[in-house]
């Protein structure tokens, strides 16, 4: 009877063991995908894959459609820019946004994005904008 208790007692820590290293594999997992929005000052002094939002410069799109190379600039709210560029097919509603993520990390003076993501105008933006008006003459 000892002998069946001392393994089960044996099972037990090396499940105890187990279920503390999927934890503790899962949790560093977790942290290393995750990809902070920051500034694009922070962006050009750190050395890892992070997420820049902005808006895109008037006129500074530039696409080579046989090397599908899309160069662009972004601005911040304060005023910052940021060249990016992205290798890969241009989104289709890329010049209409209003505001664009670029996923990716900074070297040399330039954002080399991984992936975008393209924030458009909303259809129902106009109507928001009467529907205030609307409210605001009573």
């Not at 459609?65 to 992205?86: A, I, N, P």
Request: aromatic share 10%.
């Amino acid at each position: 009877m000892k002998d069946s208790r001392h393994q089960r007692r044996v099972w037990y820590a090396v499940g105890a063991v187990l279920v503390v290293a999927f934890l503790a594999y899962g949790t560093t997992s977790f942290k290393s995908n995750l990809t902070p929005y920051v500034s694009f000052a922070e962006a050009a002094n750190l050395e890892r894959k992070v997420q820049v939002a902005g808006g895109l410069v008037e006129n500074s799109t530039e696409y080579l459609d046989e090397s599908q190379e899309l160069r662009f600039t972004l601005v911040e709210e304060d005023g910052d820019t940021m060249v990016v560029h992205y290798d890969g097919i241009k989104p289709g509603n890329f010049e209409e946004a209003v505001q664009i993520v670029a996923v990716g990390s900074y070297d040399n003076g330039v954002f080399h994005a991984e992936q975008l993501l393209v924030k458009c105008p909303s259809k129902y933006q106009g109507v928001e904008d009467e529907v205030r008006e609307y409210g605001s003459e009573t």
